[in-house]
């Protein structure tokens, strides 16, 4: 399966600072969430960012939110059991759903394998979700393979969108890969 960039939503999952301080790999998973929303607004792809109780753990970090089609608030560990989050899904009408995002083996996990079973495909971006440890990122990421999601790097994903080096946004995409070199 190759998603299209018409075909493709991104959801990005709990970037908040209140997760992120005990997270492993932090300023990598930061680069690369924010090399994948850049790309993603690039690409004209939706861009639904979700916050994990905001009033206790506070917002999606800035420089992320701020490429957001819409920022939601949610208290259930998996994004598809707020309706919120189902009913801006569906509005955007995609038949790929990236996710990313922390944590892999909670909310990102229980996410991506809601979505899969009714609202659309999933990609995962592996290298843009973290946990507080690696082996709880890796048991995450087998858990998704296992049950047959698409696991991507980011930069996979981007070519991908693009198809092709003739595509009219190529050059603004190679500009974008030069800028956040993988870790």
């Known amino acids: ?3 299209k960039a018409e075909d493709s939503v ?4 709990d970037m908040q600072d209140a997760f992120l301080e005990s997270i492993q790999r932090k300023d990598e998973v930061i680069q690369r969430v924010e090399f994948l929303t850049k790309a993603a ?9 979700t916050e994990q109780n905001p ?19 949610k208290m259930s560990f998996s994004c598809a059991q707020c309706p919120e989050f189902t009913e801006e899904l569906e509005r955007h009408d995609r038949d790929s759903t990236v996710v990313c995002g922390v944590e892999t083996h909670i909310c990102v996990l229980q996410t991506a394998l809601d979505v899969i ?17 690696d082996s709880a990122h890796q048991s995450g990421i087998d858990r998704m393979r296992d049950e047959e999601l698409v ?7 981007l070519y ?16 974008l890969v030069k800028a956040y070199p993988p870790a």
Do not use: Y
């Open 41 to 49: 607004r690039l690409m004209d792809i939706p861009i639904i960012c």
């Open 151 to 157: 696991i991507i790097h980011t930069e996979s994903l």
């Open 160 to 175: 991908q969108w693009l198809g092709t080096a003739e595509h009219s946004l190529f050059r603004d995409a190679l500009k």
């Open 10 to 13: 991104l959801v990005v999952v």
């Open 117 to 133: 079973e009714g609202l659309s495909d999933v990609e995962v971006a592996s290298d843009a979700c973290a946990a507080r440890t």
């Open 55 to 73: 009033a206790r753990l506070g917002k999606t970090l800035p420089a992320i939110s701020q490429n957001a089609t819409a920022v939601i608030p």
């Open 1 to 3: 399966m190759l998603s």
